[in-house]
């Protein structure tokens, strides 16, 4: 069996789901976030929630251990300076040299790697801008005692979400940006592996392997109008979510050494990507009234030599078929209490407010 048939989607959903997410499955998820995160950083990064224990501790260790051995892991203090963050004069380089010396940042030296953020839920909001400012633009910009320096910084945030309360959360401003959102808090011991990269999809070698394949990757224009019709079907607004699903059907792509992103690539980046963000269930496929359904249909046309018969173009049909099994792998990965979290959710946002005033 190929590395492709291993991802094959599931069949259809058993009608009464089960309470919870298996944990090992959840497990698996986070281990392939990591190694496509890997495979490529311009997804953005992760949003791990969870609070200190053993399954935080061994997602880091999934993102540091299959992480390319040059490219770097830089955790983020807490209360980093914004020099130290963005970069500044090195004053004793200066008096040394006679001449501005600038010295690199965190961010800066992060490129081509990772960035560790604890404690995401409290990040300052300057913080946040200057993260996304760095996701989007690929680069930073720092301007000290009038001069202005401009640094490379593409790297991936893995964001540690630590809130105690539902409603502590990392702020959208940076979780939007990250492909993957992940809930390891409540993973029993059983089901975190002892030695996580021994279980790992991919070792650094193969991820390294894919890294070179993705620069070769095609990005089918039929790929990211699924992944639109899929958000809007789970009501995710935007478009970056979609942007990001496509993008990591093509580092699957990569990842499993095939030509270009298809069925199975596809619906696991909805999986993995869109579902986490889905505001509502899809809507039902529309069903014939009864009046239809007594309606015979009518009798098609004669043919003739002259009028051939229509067809539908090969393409429409592939374009469907993708759409379709897009939108059922986001489906199908959707939590079970899906609506009453957002109930509860909405509950909860004015009672917040009205509190807080």
């Not at 959840?26 to 609070?51: E, H, I, K, S, T």
Request: net charge negative; with cysteine.
């Amino acid at each position: 069996m190929s590395p492709r048939d291993e991802l094959a989607l599931p069949g259809p959903a058993a009608p009464d789901p089960p309470a919870g997410p298996d944990p090992e499955e959840v497990w698996a998820d986070a281990a392939l976030a990591a190694a496509l995160l890997a495979v490529d950083p311009g997804l953005g990064g992760a949003l791990l929630r969870a609070r200190p224990g053993p399954a935080r501790d061994a997602g880091c260790a999934l993102h540091a251990g299959l992480s390319p051995k040059a490219a770097p892991l830089r955790r983020l203090p807490a209360a980093i300076s914004e020099d130290r963050l963005l970069g500044g004069l090195d004053l004793a380089a200066t008096l040394s040299a006679r001449r501005p010396v600038w010295s690199p940042g965190l961010l800066a030296e992060a490129d081509g790697g990772a960035v560790v953020l604890p404690m995401a839920e409290r990040a300052a909001p300057g913080l946040i801008a200057q993260l996304g400012a760095a996701l989007d633009h690929g680069q930073i910009r720092a301007e000290r005692d009038g001069r202005a320096a401009v640094a490379p910084a593409r790297f991936a945030v893995v964001a540690l979400d630590e809130g105690a309360e539902p409603d502590e959360r990392a702020p959208a401003a940076l979780a939007d940006r990250l492909a993957f959102r992940l809930v390891l808090d409540g993973l029993p011991r059983a089901a975190i592996p002892a030695r996580p990269l021994d279980d790992a999809p991919a070792s650094a070698e193969e991820i390294a392997e894919a890294r070179e394949r993705l620069a070769d990757m095609p990005s089918p224009p039929e790929l990211a109008e699924a992944m639109v019709r899929a958000a809007e079907a789970l009501g995710v607004d935007g478009l970056r979510a979609p942007l990001l699903a496509s993008r990591c059907a093509r580092a699957a792509a990569a990842l499993l050494g095939a030509e270009a992103p298809g069925e199975i690539e596809a619906a696991l980046a909805a999986r993995l990507v869109l579902s986490p963000r889905a505001t509502r269930l899809p809507a039902p496929p529309p069903e014939e009234t009864a009046e239809q359904e007594q309606t015979p249909p009518p009798e098609p046309p004669q043919e003739t030599d002259d009028a051939p018969e229509a067809e539908t173009p090969p393409s429409e049909t592939r374009d469907a078929a993708l759409e379709d099994k897009v939108l059922e792998a986001a489906a199908a990965a959707l939590p079970p209490d899906l609506l009453a979290r957002l109930a509860a959710e909405a509950t909860r946002r004015p009672a917040a407010q009205s509190g807080a005033g």
